[in-house]
């Protein structure tokens, strides 16, 4: 008896999870316009989507904004960027904030439907992490990695470069490192030999195209490890699945990871280099191009918010000082001040500079 | 069992009324689902249908569900008659064993499996160099055995204790060996709650995604082809997939209830 309605129990959830899925229509609700008829009516919950790897920060923004705001509850929702913001504009979610990792994302994919504005609020560098148990652990160094990747017994991973910014990144970098280590066969040794990803050199621009296959297709030998998620790939390092993996600077840090920062040249961190990463571009599966540039990450609050002016609110802790001194405590440099891009609203134009 | 006849019986009418809500609540969003799609994205479906690597992931699930389901056949069904017919102390515990894949998270079990079955795992480190588990079949294999094993065990061990064991000593007492007993009495007595949980085990095995990306993204199954698609293209590139899954799913489920319904005939009443 116990055992059927335990299996009930779960059929149940599944249901319901399905049937968020599969109902949620365009609910284009006028909530927007009861919010601002009664703006000191501030409960209920706060529901922010954001980058897996901004998790940790968000967690203690989370702790100080309900401080500051005791009747709201903030529900943080952590995927890979593009899944977070397809949330918002396939799933139709209702969402007060959205933080991507690549703030290209919100123009591109929100505007100008679902939103109109965006913040540069932070940067962050691609690192290569691993534990005191990967192989060479104690050799590495940042002139010898492309080396030590390429060896036999070493296995390396990266997410998914269709789905995560971190993924079409990392490729970036290791393109990058022909230019600066002088070797032409670096992306070819360690990508183009174990997987389906291919590499288009254009003489006449002086650019690299990295074109990526379908995700079902990118067939990654035993070598490589890919993943949709940075989160699996953490499980693969701590597994000795892989010895190393790309990824942001401030996600090893807050997971207590050994990391080897790579040269600032190709790391993808500097505005000063801008011109460098440039010369490197991506296009993913469904045909979308990424061009190589500092890692920046954007906020906004999307036009279908239940509570805009709270989801403003929470974008004006992340740009404050005080929200600033959390990214930098957690080894994400913040962008000081925030560069605001589009019909920024007032109420938080006076603390960005307008880019 | 009777046929419904509108007679006095409320309390049954009552009960329906619920139970109709409920069949409701899981119909609407699949009904929405699969007819949303023939009506406004039908190119969309016929695409699918047409495209190779939705086909070969769907027939991967299928399969790798199916050897996932054998595996749990050949080493649950032995368990769940022991325990249909001995008491031992600690059966309570073993018994709740067997439902924890059901409890745990799907990527914590993902990662266990990871963990144990990887190239440095106690399980797949002496075996690396006959199989591999990452981003490999086998990977997928383990990791839908592993959830889906608690429902071909628990079913079957239903299964057998319907079975009155005074059959089982009869057939012994007139010469069958316990292995004649066995094949010849229990088996046939039990072959639905056998067949109803192993359809249930392939089920639940073939809409497994959690643990199986965990430890193998690669060979892409269709529920990993589904996400992959949703989040490189959007919902309208990812739901042909999806409702092309649920009605190969749906046809091959009522086929096996009809063949299971008719094996109705050796239940014990």
Known sequence: ?355 | MQTLTPKHDRMLTVFLLFGLVILAFILTPLLYMVFGQLISNRSGLIEAVNDSAVIKSILLTMYTALAATTIAFVFGVPLAYFLARRDFPGKGIVESIIDIPIIIPHTVAGIALLTVFGSHGMIGDPLSSIVRFRDALPGVVVAMLFVSVPFLINSAREGFQSVDPRLENVARSLGASSWDAFRRVTVPLSARHILVGSILCWARAMSEFGAVIVIAYYPMIAPTLIYERYISYGLSASSPVAVLLIVICLVVFIVLRMISAGWRRYDRE
């Not at chain 1, 022909?178 to 070819?188: P, T």
């Open chain 1, 1 to 355: 008896m116990k055992k059927t309605a335990i299996l009930i129990m779960i059929m149940l959830c599944s249901v319901i999870a399905l049937g968020c899925i599969g109902t949620d229509t365009d609910t284009k609700t006028d909530d927007n316009v009861n919010d601002s008829a009664t703006p000191e009516v501030h409960s209920g919950t706060l529901t922010i989507l954001h980058a897996g790897s901004l998790s940790i920060p968000f967690a203690k923004l989370e702790e100080v904004f309900e401080a500051a705001h005791p009747g709201i509850d903030v529900q943080c929702e952590a995927a890979g960027s593009a899944a977070t913001i397809r949330k918002v504009t396939e799933l139709h979610k209702e969402a007060d904030v959205v933080a991507s990792a690549d703030y290209s994302l919100i123009p591109s994919m929100m505007y100008p439907e679902y939103a109109d504005w965006y913040l540069q609020f932070a940067r962050n560098q691609i690192v290569l992490a691993y534990t005191e148990k990967s192989k060479y652990a104690d050799e590495i160094n940042a002139s010898n990695w492309y080396e030590i990747l390429r060896r036999d017994d070493v296995r390396f991973g990266f997410s998914n470069p269709n789905d995560d910014p971190c993924g079409y990144r990392s490729q970036m970098t290791i393109q990058l490192a022909e230019a600066h280590y002088g070797d032409d066969m670096i992306y070819e040794d360690l990508i183009e030999a174990n997987s389906a990803m291919a590499m288009v050199y254009d003489a006449a621009n002086g650019t690299y195209t990295l074109n990526m296959p379908a995700s079902e297709s990118i067939d990654p030998s035993a070598k490589l490890m890919v993943r949709s998620m940075e989160m699996e790939l953490i499980a693969g390092l701590d597994a000795q699945e892989i010895d190393y993996y790309f990824i942001y600077r401030s996600v090893a840090e807050q997971h207590g990871q050994s990391f080897l920062e790579l040269p600032v040249e190709i790391d993808l961190s500097s505005v000063t280099y801008a011109d460098t990463y440039r010369t490197v571009q991506v296009v993913q599966a469904n045909g979308n191009l990424v061009t190589g540039k500092p890692v920046v990450y954007g906020i906004t609050v999307p036009m279908n918010a239940r509570d805009p002016e709270m989801g403003l609110e929470f974008v004006k802790l992340v740009v404050s000082p005080e929200g600033q001194q959390i990214f930098v405590d957690l080894g994400q440099p913040p962008i000081v001040p925030a560069v605001g891009s589009g019909e920024v609203p007032e109420g938080v134009r006076g603390t960005v500079e307008m880019g």
